[in-house]
Nanobody, 122 residues
Framework: EVQLQASGGGLVQAGGSLRLSCAAS????????IGWFRQAPGKEREGVSCKSSGDGTTYYADSVKGRFTISSNSRKNTVYLQMNSLNPDDTAVYYCAAGPILTMRKDAYTYWGKGTQVTVSS
């Protein structure tokens, strides 16, 4: 059974940082594209960042470029999202997902973890 577990969310002041982790069991992250998505109340789930399994190519949403960094640790089968310079617009539930292709389209992802709440206060 495939399970993805996102963690690391919390409450932080604007300008602060958080690092989210996504640990996997039942699959090997090196074989998949890993994506981070977020969903704010009343809004659609949107892609934040993704990282390919092959050459490590990464994509970022324009809203997070220069502030967020996606990385992975193969030995731990864990993917991270380092989030810096957070602002209240980043408040959302953050999800990690695994899929076969490098894309920010959420419908392309096969496996999803439960989300972790990130709240940024002004």
């Amino acid at each position: 059974e495939v399970q993805l577990q996102a963690s690391g969310g919390g409450l932080v002041q604007a300008g602060g940082s958080l690092r989210l982790s996504c640990a996997a069991s039942g699959l090997t992250f090196d074989d998949y594209t890993i994506g981070w998505f977020r969903q704010a109340p009343g809004k659609e789930r949107e892609g934040v960042s993704c990282k390919s399994s092959g050459d490590g190519t990464t994509y970022y949403a324009d809203s997070v470029k220069g502030r967020f960094t996606i990385s992975s640790n193969s030995r731990k089968n864990t993917v991270y999202l380092q989030m810096n310079s957070l602002n209240p617009d980043d408040t959302a539930v953050y999800y990690c997902a695994a899929g076969p292709i490098l894309t920010m389209r959420k419908d392309a992802y096969t496996y999803w973890g439960k989300g972790t709440q990130v709240t940024v206060s002004s």
